[in-house]
């Protein structure tokens, strides 16, 4: 059964701290990895990474795909109190007719 | 990046009232569209995947008669949750996929808070 695993599940920290949250799945036919940012409404759409695209980057946001090992980082850097949200990493095993989450990992960033 | 709209985005009825929640994607046409259920605290749950033209395929557990979905078009997906109960108040989220590039992206709409009294 195709699975993604999240790490750390939740974290704690204060303002200006660099964070990385881990994402690491087993599916049957990757596609893309996908990482999204959920507050209090619905998942909004942060990076999609493929073979193609294993590294992107946004502001003080990056992600890097490791296919060899089957996982992504997501790094957050100079951490502000916005950023506090649910990380859900997503992996496409059907293109684009099945999409896997992990459980997310609650960041929260304290004053 | 490509827009999902969802309405409502809160209702409350009674218990025993259906309610329909829209799914729509504004700017491009979506041949899968997914809806999902999410308790307080806990990750996305998957209902059903819906293709245009065709019956939702449900996942396990989730009564196809009680969450009704339609996909009449590329950009509008329905889900009625029909004679709602207090136990069906939650947050429900439908999404898209959409191409970005050659692979595809799961968009979300904003959610709609459902509250059965």
């Known amino acids: 059964e195709d699975k993604v695993v999240q790490s750390p599940l939740s974290l704690v920290v204060h303002e200006g701290d660099t964070v990385t949250l881990n994402c690491s799945y087993e599916?049957?036919?990757?596609?893309?990895l996908l990482w999204y940012k959920q507050e209090k409404k619905a998942p909004t759409f942060l990076f999609m990474l493929t073979s193609s695209g294993i590294e992107k980057k946004s502001g003080r946001l990056s992600s890097i795909l490791d296919k060899k090992e089957l996982s992504s980082i997501l790094n957050i850097t100079a951490t502000q109190t916005g950023d506090s949200a649910i990380y859900l990493c997503?992996?496409?095993?059907?293109?684009?007719?099945?999409?896997?989450f992990g459980p997310g990992t609650r960041l929260s960033v304290l004053p | 990046g490509a827009v999902v709209s969802q309405h409502p985005s809160w209702v409350i009825c009674k218990s025993g009232t259906s309610v329909k929640i829209e799914c729509r994607s504004l700017d491009f046409q979506a041949t899968t569209m997914f809806w999902y259920r999410q308790f307080p605290k806990q990750s996305l749950m998957l209902m059903a995947t819906s293709n245009e033209g065709s019956k939702a395929t449900y996942e396990q557990g989730v009564e196809k008669d009680k969450f009704l979905i339609n996909h009449a078009s590329l950009t509008l997906s329905t889900l009625t949750v029909t004679s709602a109960h207090p136990e069906d108040s939650s947050f429900y989220i439908c999404?898209?996929?959409?191409?970005?590039?050659?692979?595809?992206?799961?968009?979300f709409g904003a959610g709609t808070r459902l509250s059965v009294l």
């Open positions: 999404s898209a996929t959409g191409f970005s590039g050659s692979e595809n992206i799961q968009y």
């Open positions: 997503a992996v496409d095993n059907n293109y684009g007719q099945n999409f896997v």
């Open positions: 599916v049957t036919n990757f596609r893309s």
